[in-house]
């Protein structure tokens, strides 16, 4: 069986705080490989490195050294600016806190990333509403935030991250603050998004009951990718 085409493709990347005496290095040359339709998960313990490899994966930080293709475009070679663009099109990021500001209806929050790329309201909503939709929580979209449950405020998180259609979709954390049946519809609901072409998921997580949705999973440990197997050949009993 071929393997579909390479989403992102992460070669020795290095990367560290501080300086002088107070540096310390949290990346040791990552080699990491995330394709298209998978849902790759990444997991390792606190302070190993996991939300600095997916900032930097994301365009959001920049590596000390390596290489970095993401959807065919080489971010290690590009000026800052290009890369917020490619940031803006191309990648949606959910936070472990889903970040919604309260005081707006939940398809506004979802318009919130049209917004700021300078499109008006009236255009930006059709665009919420579809996205809402696609989360199924069209029927709550005049609602604030905290009218819905945690979960389905994960989801307007969700929805808000895909509004601008990004073909990668990074997430921290996703099901930290999801009890467990909330934090499975989550994670079917991402197994939906993998069915349209050309996406591709990489999902840090604590979480062991929500292995079972990835394609792949990728074990850090010390700023190190340790591990890197098909779900169906990763040993549950040992990671335990
Ligand atoms: N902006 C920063 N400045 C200094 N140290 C940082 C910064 N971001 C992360 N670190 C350090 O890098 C290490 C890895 O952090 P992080 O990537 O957040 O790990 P994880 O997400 O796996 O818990 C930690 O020791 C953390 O304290
Ligand atoms: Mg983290």
């Not at 996991?50 to 290690?76: M, N, Q, R």
């Not at 049209?114 to 255009?123: H, N, P, R, T, V």
């Not at 929805?159 to 079917?188: F, K, S, W, Y």
């Amino acid at each position: 069986m071929s393997l579909p085409p390479i989403a992102a493709q992460a070669r020795q990347i290095t990367k560290s705080f501080g300086n002088g005496n107070a540096k310390v290095q949290v990346l040791h040359g990552i080699d990491l490989d995330a394709y298209e339709s998978e849902i790759l998960m990444l997991l390792g313990p606190s302070g190993c490195g996991k939300t600095t490899l997916i900032s930097i994966l994301a365009g959001t930080l920049t590596p000390d050294d390596g290489e970095l293709e993401v959807l065919g475009e080489p971010l290690h070679r590009m000026k800052s600016s290009a890369i917020t663009r490619f940031r803006a099109k191309n990648v949606g990021f959910i936070f472990q806190q889903f970040n919604l500001i309260p005081t707006i209806s939940c398809e506004e929050n979802v318009a919130v990333p049209l917004l700021i790329q300078g499109m008006s309201l009236s255009k930006a909503l059709p665009h919420a509403r579809k996205s809402l939709e696609e989360v199924g929580l069209i029927e709550h979209r005049k609602k604030r935030p905290n009218q819905l449950s945690g979960g389905q405020q994960q989801r307007v998180a969700i929805a808000r991250a895909l509004v601008h259609q990004p073909r990668l979709i990074i997430c921290d954390e996703p099901t930290a603050a999801l009890d467990a049946e909330n934090g499975q519809r989550v994670m079917e609901l991402f197994r939906n998004l993998m069915r349209q072409p050309g996406r591709c998921a990489i999902v840090v997580t604590h979480d062991h009951r929500i292995l079972r949705y990835s394609d792949r999973i990728a074990t850090m440990n010390d700023g190190r990718i340790v591990e890197s197997v098909a779900t169906a050949d990763f040993d549950f009993d040992h990671h335990r």
